[in-house]
């Protein structure tokens, strides 16, 4: 069979520890042998990050920015124990924020749904995605302890010197203060990235705030969705026959619970730091979540939402065995290569990635799996694969399949 030929190249950014091990079986086995793979290629490697004061981060980034997709690997994120394992010069940012300063995106994170791994919530069918907005709010805050009696303001100096102050509290004893801010530029492609990728995985799109006591703060980031739907995407969405529905956030949770599921879910920062745990729990298992990063002009950076599993490298560098799940990792490179197959009109290609992802999910509801899965599943004889096995084991069901 001739292989799948690629017009365009797509970003490789690749990373750490296990997942750099999975990395190179992904492309040996599921990829080089089917398709001629064209990538230009990024070590984000810790090593290699190091050895470039970072740079090859940015230039990862700016090359998504010119072919407009990308695909990454898991990738450390420097603490004090990793300056010293990896001889660092600086405790160097973590990648994804770099990344995600650059093209200033919205993070879409969605489980893969396979028969055998239930969700936890019964009336769940198909897959649930967040959209995390990813700036500003608690995670940009100023905070305060106060140490007794005395009254706390927002004061907001205007470039003219004039000032508008708001009470926050009259103490009378102890207590604490916190500032956040966010932008309306910011919430605004927030809202964009959204109503996109709504559009492009045709699917409903629900987003709630706590409106009703955050007048000014949350109505804002309201007001600014609904602004930009009437204006830009009312009609679009009436085409594509998806809706956008706004609640509130206590509402939106209850709905989340009693729903089949099938639509996107929009967070502000914390609301999607949190629900985007509790939904992949729920959903079964971290190594079962997809991450795409899509920026509002539409550049896409695919990704599994776990780390580089440092304990299972470990255990790989002592020589022991691994039963470290790929499938993540997997969906992130078919996620990637039916994006560039949608954008250069390769139908094969688009076509390809559609198929690696069901022998993925059929390999899996044949009874073949890792040990994580295995461990939650309710399918019965089952067999447990190490890491390159399970691969392996994909490889023969996509053979099959082409
Ligand atoms: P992690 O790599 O996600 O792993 C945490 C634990 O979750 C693992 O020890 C393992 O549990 C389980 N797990 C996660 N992915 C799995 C998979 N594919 N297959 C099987 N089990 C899996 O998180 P971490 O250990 O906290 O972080 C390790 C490094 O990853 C850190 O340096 C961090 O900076 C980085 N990180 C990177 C990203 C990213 O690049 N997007 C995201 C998060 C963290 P058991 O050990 O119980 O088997
Ligand atoms: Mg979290």
């Known amino acids: 069979m001739a292989k799948i030929k690629m017009t365009t190249p797509l970003v490789e950014m690749d990373g750490d520890e296990m997942t750099r091990i999975l990395w ?33 981060t940015v230039d990862s980034a700016e090359a998504t920015k010119k072919y407009g997709v990308a695909v990454k690997c898991a990738t450390i994120t420097p603490n004090a124990a990793r300056m010293t394992e990896y001889d660092l010069k600086e405790m160097w940012k973590s990648p994804n924020g770099t990344i995600r300063a650059i093209l200033d995106g919205t993070v879409f994170r969605a489980p893969i749904v396979v028969k055998g791994i239930e969700p936890t919530v019964r009336t769940w069918k198909k897959p649930i995605t967040i959209a995390r907005h990813a700036y500003g709010d608690v995670y940009k ?15 907001y100096t205007a470039e003219d010197g004039t000032e508008t102050r708001e009470l926050i ?11 956040m801010h966010n ?65 509130l956030i206590d509402d939106a949770v209850a709905r989340v619970i009693r729903s ?28 079962m979540m997809t991450s795409v990063l899509v920026s509002p002009q539409g550049y896409y950076e695919y990704e599994a939402a776990h780390g580089t599993v440092q304990r299972h490298y470990y255990k790989h560098l002592k020589g022991e065995e691994t039963s470290t799940n790929s499938v993540a990792t997997i969906f992130a490179w078919t996620g990637a290569l039916r994006k560039r197959g949608e954008l250069d009109s390769n139908q094969e290609l688009m076509d390809f990635a559609d198929k690696l992802e069901k022998a993925t999910v059929d ?10 899965l295995a461990l939650i599943t309710t399918l019965e004889n089952v067999t447990v694969l190490n890491s390159e096995n399970f691969i392996k084991a994909i490889r023969e069901t996509l053979e099959k399949m082409l």
């Open 24 to 56: 190179k079986i992904i492309k040996d086995e599921l990829l080089l042998p089917f398709i001629e793979l064209n990538t230009e290629y990024y070590d984000l490697g810790l090593e290699y990050r190091n050895e470039t004061n970072d740079q090859v």
């Open 183 to 247: 932008l309306d530029e910011s919430i605004e492609s927030f809202a964009r990235s959204c109503f996109n990728y709504a559009l492009d995985i045709k699917q409903d799109i629900w987003f709630a705030t706590k409106d009703t006591i955050s007048k000014k703060y949350d109505h804002n980031f309201k007001d600014i969705f609904q602004e930009i739907y009437d204006k830009e995407y009312d009609a679009k969405f009436k085409a594509a026959g998806i809706e956008y529905f706004y609640t």
């Open 363 to 372: 390999t899996i509801e044949s009874g073949k799996m890792t040990k994580d």
């Open 141 to 155: 805050g100023s905070e305060m302890k106060i140490p007794g009696a005395g009254k706390a303001e927002i004061v």
């Open 260 to 287: 089949e599921g099938g639509y996107i879910w929009a967070c502000k920062n914390y609301d999607g730091d949190v629900m985007s745990d509790m939904v992949a729990t729920a959903f079964g298992s971290l190594a």
């Open 169 to 179: 509290h009259n103490f009378k004893g102890a207590g604490i203060v916190q500032g």
